[in-house]
């Protein structure tokens, strides 16, 4: 992530989950006090942006209604409006964005606009997605309210509040299975709060760590499932694969990360897509940690590991051209192994 860009968290969970709690936690944290914060709210009238510690002066409100389905474009409009104010003295200088989004919000459509809006991405880097969990009431409300998973699955780190009135030991197994790859913590300290908020420049620990192919099935319908791949990928292998699966599985496949070797100039990055829409990759010039493998996870709704397995061979398309695989094209490219063994 470029170090001149402000580092942006997107704080979920599903309502009455303890997401202001954190912040609340999070904002009397010294580190993070230069901490710009929108908040956005259900209702007419905006109660959360009122309980917020006062340990800043920069929080700003959306209008009324739910982010995801009412004031998507408002985002990039406010988080422009939020560095032009802070690039003419308006602003105190923050040095980050916490996003708190409303209970019932979807994350994804959130996601690719931090991911993929110009207004975005020009002065902005999407650090992490934070779901904030409730240990008491996780289980029995993830059967009513198909949301939970979903923000869930998303995350990048998962925040276990109100563990002091419940053991998240079942939830906690359960969410390994939804999202293995998250970071999980207990937000039963302050020290918790700012770790959940805190930059890490480079991609988190679970996905630099990730082990060969395998695959968790959860009863929502929701698979996390990880590729370890032999080679290094070509450019036009890239866009090749994005643009097959975009086509053939779309908003079903929730979440694409990875860190991979381009094979043309060696540089390393890190690839990501929510829903089916791909975002211009990260690049390093190194690998980011001790881990030099190619990766990708994936996170899909109704849709078998082995249906993700047959599209890889797409990422070793010849450099320089350009192709729009058809299933059969795929399928006479399966002549090579592409990925390690797994355990």
């Not at 989950?17 to 609340?24: V, Y």
Request: hydrophobic share 45%; aromatic share 6%; with cysteine.
């Amino acid at each position: 992530m470029s170090s001149t860009k402000i580092p942006v968290f997107l704080l979920t969970g599903f309502l009455g989950s303890g997401k202001t709690t954190l912040l609340n936690a999070a904002l009397k944290t010294p580190t993070l006090a230069n901490t710009a914060v929108v908040v956005n709210e259900l209702g007419e009238i905006g109660i959360d942006h009122l309980i917020i510690a006062q340990a800043i002066d920069n929080v700003v409100l959306l209008d009324a209604g739910c982010l995801c389905c009412v004031n998507t474009g408002a985002l990039h409009e406010t988080l422009a409006d939020l560095l032009a104010r802070r690039g003419s003295g308006a602003l105190p200088p923050f040095e980050r964005v916490i996003i708190e989004t409303s209970g019932a919000s979807d994350p994804a459509p959130l996601l690719n606009v931090l991911l993929g809006h110009p207004l975005v991405t020009g002065g902005y880097a999407l650090e992490a997605t934070i779901c904030v969990i409730d240990a008491q009431h996780f289980m029995a409300a993830r059967e009513k309210y198909p949301e939970l998973d979903k923000q869930a699955a998303l995350a990048d780190r998962i925040v276990f509040a109100k563990t002091d009135l419940a053991d998240p030991a079942p939830v906690e197994a359960c969410l390994a299975q939804l999202n293995p790859d998250a970071e999980l913590l207990r937000a039963a300290s302050a020290a918790a709060a700012f770790s959940a908020c805190a930059r890490r420049h480079r991609p988190s620990a679970p996905l630099a760590s990730m082990g060969p192919l395998r695959a968790r099935f959860h009863s929502s319908g929701i698979r996390a499932f990880s590729f370890r791949l032999k080679d290094s990928v070509t450019w036009a292998g890239w866009s090749a694969w994005s643009r097959y699966v975009a086509e053939q599985f779309g908003a079903g496949l929730l979440r694409v990360k990875g860190l991979i070797k381009i094979a043309e100039t060696g540089e390393i990055v890190l690839v990501d897509g929510v829903q089916g829409v791909f975002h211009r990759p990260q690049r390093f010039r190194d690998w980011p940690d001790t881990d030099h493998g190619n990766r990708l996870v994936c996170i899909a709704r109704d849709i078998e590991p082995a249906d993700i397995a047959f599209t890889l061979p797409a990422l070793y398309t010849e450099a320089g051209i350009q192709v729009r695989y058809s299933r059969q094209d795929i399928e006479r490219l399966h002549e090579q192994p592409l990925m390690e063994a797994g355990p």
